[in-house]
């Protein structure tokens, strides 16, 4: 077997007022079903290793974690390596639930963007409020940046971490790049 | 002559000249300098020609409301046309060049059309150019378009980048006047998200031009004071250079930030539109004083009273030496008395009022002993490109010449307009305020936001509120009221500052100076300074039965020019009323439409510019491609290989190659794109008999079928192969344009209508790379690779098996969409490439070459296989493709089922598929039509059929087509006759479709 091959391969850039880095593989399982039914979060957190997040929340902790997608929809993170064993172990244990998991792991590219000025970045591209005090670490939003779907949460106040569908890394990548282009600090959540 | 004064401007700064051109002339300015003033100052007074007439025309007024002087600016990659010279800010090497003439600005031959305007009036192209109809398209439209114009359109390409940014908050001010200063205080003592916007480079507005006192203080004190109080708030965004542009349903609203157009070439974006989510916004947004409507008053040196003043007062820039002032206010007479301290000469006013008592400025003004004539208007101006003279007459009569004066400049103020488009953009209604005649915003009637209770607020001057006092006032109630809205609350002590007071005259509404000008008078008389509309049309408007103000507007274009009649609507409509013995809130006002002043249409696209203007989708071999000779072709939002080129080989042979060689030997397609949905669930193949006209319920686990699917119309609108991974769940395949509508599609019937089925709907499309292994050699190259079993006997055709090849796991499909042997092999994404590779390597001794989509569709082509898009085009069901062995007949009902049950859709004569085989072996045109004998209603050839997909095929060595026909699969053997659009005629024969190995033997090895 080879070794897995991101998108872009790692990509970074920092010459901007932010670095962007692409980060993995991370592993991603989309899982499926009524979040109302004990077994199904119970089998969700067992996979995730962090306790279930609220609605538009995400609990992270090192790969582990689980994302709030929709009411009846989690994203489930862990090592790339582990996602396989991880998504048998909870196919196996919702056998009898009405559920769908899938290994999303392959069709994601993720990214980090990183600094003081990493709100600006992506309140340029993603219609969302990036007030420090709106859009605080543990929320997560499924949005869009510029033309491409994606969804984001802040790793700390400093970092967010996207992900979006494979295919568009590259524009994604290039188009984070000029949101943090040289000389486009906006000044507007921090007084420049 | 216009020129600058020794007593220096408050906002140039005489310490950094600067050096311009205009019209490659070399001129000098400084920093702080509008274009406008720096052209003044280098007494620069001719600066375009109009529209229409190619009247030669200076600049009017001071700010963004300029009708006349707009220019093109720099070159190359930041060449622009129609800038206003007033909104433009000076820097170090500007250049700018005048529009509308030729061939130069002072000498124009267009200007031929002034001589001409009594046969031009409102009107005269509708009239003149109707007939003969041909003649417009190829003689009028060019001739009219060629004389027309005002800038050029740029050739080169934008050099500078753009952005958006998405920005929230309780209370957005537009306007950084004294209003919006005041209001972006109180509302941000209450401790709300503010955001404050001013379009020019400096804050207060026009206040400090106009003087007075504020609370006990000087108005530039009081700026000082307010932003250093603003700028301490961190709840509190300032920022200049940045109008608000529009605004929108749910407190949206745009702001058109212009950072680098007063220093091009700074690093980072040129423009940022601000898309503004505001719970509350304040329209601070000041007011336009009115020209008056008398004959030349488009003469360059005739501006608005307040222009002359800011040039004054801001720029320390005269108009003129001998400036004579004409009004119907009081407002002025601040210009008459600015001139005289500046030590200029105001030789009379002309008030067109008959007052009382000589009250406040009209005193001071007699005090400095400037003549005053009352009751007075202007007959004329005297001069060309210049200004060189005024004849007086009475208001009240018909301009009998009482007295000549000369000057070199008229200052002209018809009262103040209140700047009420942000207002009105959402609906926000206008109330006819007398007292001031101008429409104000009726704070009754705001735009209203989705529960029912208004979001702008209008305050200040943008409100009709004219002295300072009342300006201040109005503001802070504004922002108070808005704070209340928020459910906020102000902290007790904070109090409206107070300002000093003016003893005033009421206004006179004057629309037509003198009152009864006769049609010589009224014909020179301009409303619209661009578009070249005068009183006179505005009345042959009214004359000709276009009584509806918003038809009158389209008749004459007045209002309708680059600065969207800022200047002349409220004449215009004015005269309008005049004409139709109406009252002017009777007529109404056109509609207020963003953006306010014009904004960038790069600003707009954004970030979305060369490699980034739309996402294009990438494989995980798609590096692979670039770097092997691929010829890309869109497919959705895709890049897909057309051809792989080797060397100096042409497309068409790269395709030839990859036919014969898959056909032959071996050949590997990136089939990667195809949509990949997995359904699952206990009603999860009663859902599927739903979507597709097949039946996936009884697909036994391990196996594949092809499918159809239609919309409720019975219409085709995807195919693709179905497995059955497990009793519970299914795999869809869709088209690679198919994935995410067909995965929408089927989200859409789930949570409307079948909401109650078990069925969870997950694309995994992205998740795997899939590579189609075709041709004679496939088995001999996945057998190379090694891992499992491929046999025809442990997986059969039309089945598929996971299991390992070369150490990767896959997913093994033995499905074909060329005839050949085929296996599409899906293995995880991150290691597409790795097993592409490893197929490249073990392919090699077997003639494995990658293939493209178009010898993908030549495969397909040569064995009738129907492609979504070519055979169909939203108007073609399964029945007419011949597809009716896969629709089920066992089931109730699918999606389409009823519709294909209408009697059109059962009609007989619907064209059907066939094949077509031309008589001498050559390629049928794509989308030709067969005729028939006879021509239809409209004098047509009578068409019997269509060609859907044609292609040289190699393999046969003989064009290769399919086609829809009238009665087609009855008429085999016929010839039909395709005209070309190459004047040849094509004859073809009516054949089976399936051109190559019709048994399938080929597949089922």
């Known amino acids: ?192 | 002559m216009s020129t600058r004064l020794a007593n220096k401007g408050r906002l140039v700064d005489t310490s950094k000249p600067l050096s311009f051109t205009f019209n490659g002339k070399n001129l000098r300015g400084y920093a702080g300098d509008t274009l406008a003033s720096a052209l003044l100052a280098n007494d620069q007074m001719l600066m375009g020609r109009s529209f229409k007439y190619h009247r030669p025309r200076g600049v009017v007024a001071s700010g963004a409301e300029e009708p006349n002087a707009l220019v093109n600016l720099g070159r190359e990659g930041r060449f622009e046309p129609n800038q206003r010279v007033t909104t433009t800010s000076l820097f170090d090497g500007l250049e700018a060049t005048s529009q509308n003439h030729w061939p130069s600005l002072e000498f124009d031959v267009g200007a031929v059309n002034a001589r001409l305007s009594k046969f031009l009036p409102a009107g005269f192209y509708y009239k003149t150019f109707m007939y003969p109809r041909a003649f417009w398209k190829h003689v009028y439209e060019p001739v009219i378009r060629h004389s027309a114009g005002l800038g050029k359109a740029p050739k080169a390409r934008d050099v500078d980048t753009y952005e958006h940014f998405y920005a929230f908050c309780d209370v957005l001010v537009v306007g950084g006047g004294v209003a919006g200063l005041q209001a972006a205080l109180t509302a941000g003592r209450s401790g709300a998200r503010v955001i404050l916007l001013e379009q020019t480079d400096h804050w207060g507005g026009r206040a400090p031009v106009d003087g007075g006192q504020i609370n006990g203080g000087t108005v530039d004190a009081y700026i000082a004071e307010t932003l250093d109080a603003l700028r301490s708030m961190d709840n509190v965004e300032l920022r200049l250079r940045t109008m608000g542009a529009g605004v929108y349903d749910h407190g949206y609203a745009l702001g058109y930030e212009q950072l680098s157009d007063h220093a091009p070439g700074t690093p980072g974006p040129r423009h940022r539109l601000w898309r503004i989510r505001a719970a509350q916004i304040i329209t601070a947004t000041g007011a336009i004083e009115r020209p008056l409507s008398f004959a030349g008053n488009d003469i360059p040196g005739v501006m608005l009273a307040s222009a002359v003043r800011d040039y004054v007062v801001n720029y320390g820039v005269s108009v003129g030496d001998r400036t004579v002032v004409v009004t119907n206010n009081d407002n002025a007479y601040l210009t008459a008395i600015a001139l005289k301290h500046a030590g200029l000469d105001v030789p009379v006013i002309l008030d067109a009022r008959v007052l009382p008592e000589d009250l406040g400025l009209v005193a001071q003004a007699k005090a400095l002993g400037i003549r005053v004539m009352m009751g007075h208007a202007i007959a004329s101006v005297k001069g060309g490109k210049r200004v060189t003279g005024v004849t007086v007459c009475a208001q009240a009569g018909e301009g009998a010449v009482l007295e000549e004066i000369p000057c070199d400049a008229v200052a002209m103020s018809g009262g103040w307009s209140p700047v009420v488009h942000l207002w009105s953009h959402c609906g926000g209604k206008l109330r006819w305020d007398t007292a001031h005649a101008c429409f104000s915003p009726d704070a009754d009637n705001p735009p209203k936001g989705a529960d029912g209770m208004g979001f702008v607020t209008a305050a200040g001057a943008a409100s009709g509120m004219f002295a300072l006092d009342d300006v201040l006032n109005d503001a802070h109630v504004a922002a108070e009221g808005v704070v209340t809205c928020l459910d906020m609350k102000l902290p007790k002590d904070v109090a409206a500052p107070k300002a000093e007071r003016r003893e005033e005259s009421p206004l006179a509404p004057v629309w037509m100076m003198p009152q009864g000008a006769p049609a010589k008078l009224r014909e020179k008389a301009w409303l619209d300074y661009q578009n070249d509309v005068k009183v006179s049309d505005v009345r042959l408007a009214a004359q000709e039965g276009f009584v509806s103000v918003e038809h009158a507007k389209r008749y004459t274009t007045l209002g309708m020019a680059t600065d969207q009649g800022k200047l002349s609507n409220i004449n215009g409509l004015a005269t309008l009323a005049g004409a139709l013995d109406a009252e002017i809130p009777a007529v109404g006002t056109t509609t207020f439409r963003p953006p306010y002043h014009p904004i960038s249409l790069a600003s707009i696209a954004g970030e979305a510019k060369n490699d980034i203007f739309q996402p294009i989708r990438r494989t995980p071999m798609h590096d692979w491609h670039e770097a092997n000779g691929a010829e890309f072709e869109p497919v959705g939002q895709w890049r897909r290989p057309y051809a792989f080129k080797r060397g100096m080989e042409s497309t068409h042979d790269a395709v030839m190659r990859e036919v014969k060689n898959t056909r032959e030997k071996l050949g590997l397609l990136d089939a990667s794109t195809l949509g990949k949905l997995i359904v699952k669930g206990p009603d999860a193949g009663k859902f599927l008999d739903m979507m597709y006209t097949n039946m996936m319920s009884t697909l036994k686990v391990g196996k594949c079928r092809y499918g159809l699917m239609c919309s409720e119309n019975g219409f085709l609108i995807d195919d693709g192969v179905v497995a059955r991974i497990d009793e519970d769940t299914w795999l869809c395949h869709t088209t690679t344009g198919g994935a995410e509508s067909i995965h929408a599609h089927m989200e859409e019937w789930l949570q409307t209508e079948w909401w109650d089925w078990k069925v969870y709907v997950a694309n995994v499309t992205e998740q795997y790379a899939q590579v189609a292994v075709v041709g004679p050699n496939a088995r001999k190259a996945l057998e190379k690779l090694g891992g499992m079993d491929v046999s025809k006997e442990a997986l059969g055709f039309m089945e598929w098996v996971d299991g390992t090849l070369g150490g990767f796991p896959v997913r093994v499909y033995r499905i074909s969409f060329s005839g050949e042997l085929s296996y599409e092999i899906a293995v995880d994404a991150s290691h597409g490439q790795a097993f592409w590779d490893a197929l490249m390597a073990v392919g090699a001794d077997l003639g494995a070459m990658p293939y493209g989509t178009e010898c993908l569709h030549i495969l397909r082509a040569e064995k009738g296989f129907i492609m979504i898009g070519d055979e169909t085009d939203g108007t073609v069901i399964p029945q007419d493709l011949g597809l009716n062995w896969a629709i089920s007949k066992k089931k109730e009902d699918y999606l389409g089922k009823r519709a294909q049950e209408r009697s059109h859709m059962t009609d007989p004569s619907r064209w059907k598929l066939v094949g077509l085989e031309t008589t001498d072996r050559s390629t049928l045109p794509d989308g030709a039509y067969a005729v028939a004998e006879g021509t239809n209603e409209n004098g047509q050839r009578n068409m019997i059929g269509r060609v859907t997909s044609t292609y040289h095929s190699p393999t046969l060595d003989r064009g290769v087509a399919m086609g829809l026909v009238l009665n087609g699969p009855d008429r085999m053997g016929e010839v039909l006759t395709f005209p070309g659009t190459d004047g040849k005629e094509y004859q073809a024969k009516i054949v089976n479709p399936v051109f190559y190995d019709p048994d399938g033997e080929k597949q089922n090895v």
């Open chain 1, 1 to 192: 077997m080879s070794k897995p091959v991101t998108a872009l391969g790692g990509a970074s850039d920092a010459t901007g007022i932010a670095t962007v880095t692409e980060m993995g593989p991370m592993g991603m399982i989309t899982l499926r079903g009524d979040l109302s039914v004990k077994a199904v979060t119970k089998a969700a957190v067992a996979a995730g290793g962090v306790t279930m997040p609220d609605q538009r929340m995400c609990n992270t902790e090192g790969a582990g974690g689980i994302a709030w997608m929709s009411p009846d929809e989690l994203l489930i993170m862990c090592d790339y390596e582990h996602v396989h064993a991880k998504l048998a172990d909870l196919q196996g244990k919702l056998a009898k639930e009405h559920a769908l998991a899938v290994n999303v792991s392959d069709a994601r590219a993720v990214f980090r963007v990183s600094g003081p000025h990493t709100r600006e970045v992506i309140a340029k591209l993603a219609p969302v409020d990036m007030h420090p005090g709106s859009f605080t670490p543990g929320m997560f939003r499924r949005t869009r940046f510029a033309q491409v779907a994606a969804a984001f949460w802040m790793v700390d106040d400093q970092t967010a971490q996207i992900i979006c569908f494979r295919s568009v890394a590259q524009y994604l990548f290039n188009t984070l790049n000029m949101a943090a282009q040289d000389g486009s600090l906006v000044g507007h959540f921090s007084k420049a």
